[in-house]
C-alpha cells in the first residue's frame, strides 16, 4: 500500500508557474514509476508527466513539453511537477500517481494508487 498527498496547487495568472508537490509514504518507494494526470471539469483523466524508479527516464505529454519538469527524490520519497508558462487549458485537478511497473506508461490503468488531487487554476 502506498499513501500519497499532493500539495501546491492554486491560482496563478497565465505565463505564471507553480511547484507542485506529492509525498509517498508505504512501501519502498523506488518500486515505483510515478506519474502526474489532471483532470479538467467535463474532461476525462489526462496524463501528464511520467517518471522512472530512478528518476533517470521522464516523459511528457505534447501538451505540456518543454513548460513543464517532473522530478523525484529517493531519499524523500517526494516526486515534483514543476510548471512554467501557465496557460487557462492547463486548469485541472492535478493526481499523484504511483505504478507498480518498471515501464513508464501513460495509461492510467498501470497505476496502482493516486492522491487526491490538488487544484491548479489560470487565470487569464
Known amino acids: 500500500q502506498v499513501h500519497l498527498v499532493e500539495s501546491g496547487g492554486g491560482l496563478v495568472q497565465d505565463g505564471g508557474s507553480l511547484r507542485l508537490s506529492c509525498a509517498a509514504s508505504?512501501?519502498?518507494?523506488?518500486?515505483?514509476?510515478m506519474g502526474w494526470f489532471r483532470q479538467a471539469p467535463g474532461k476525462e483523466r489526462e496524463f501528464v508527466s511520467a517518471?522512472?524508479?530512478?528518476?533517470?527516464?521522464?516523459w511528457y505529454a505534447d501538451s505540456v513539453r518543454g513548460r513543464f519538469t517532473i522530478s523525484r527524490d529517493n531519499d524523500k520519497n517526494m516526486v515534483y511537477l514543476r510548471m512554467n508558462g501557465l496557460k487557462s487549458e492547463d486548469t485541472a485537478v492535478y493526481y499523484c500517481?504511483?505504478?507498480?511497473?518498471?515501464?513508464?506508461?501513460?495509461?492510467?490503468?498501470?497505476?496502482?494508487?493516486w492522491g487526491q488531487g490538488t487544484q491548479v487554476t489560470v487565470s487569464s
Open positions: 500517481a504511483a505504478g507498480d511497473t518498471p515501464i513508464m506508461t501513460r495509461a492510467s490503468r498501470e497505476y496502482n494508487y
Open positions: 508505504g512501501r519502498t518507494f523506488t518500486w515505483y514509476t
Open positions: 517518471i522512472s524508479r530512478t528518476g533517470g527516464s521522464t
